[in-house]
């Protein structure tokens, strides 16, 4: 697993509101881009 600043910010801004469609907003991301992104740290 890589984790680069763009995956822990998008942790962050999930945890913050509690939300993935407003964390995506937050961090600059399509809601489809943040959601591959979780996936991929997932494994």
């Not at 942790?11 to 591959?36: Q, W, Y």
Request: charged residues 30%.
């Amino acid at each position: 697993m890589n984790f680069d600043f763009t995956d822990f910010r998008l942790f962050l801004n999930i945890a913050e509101t509690k939300n993935l469609t407003r964390a995506a907003e937050r961090t600059f991301l399509s809601v489809p881009a943040a959601s591959t992104r979780i996936k991929k740290t997932a494994r």
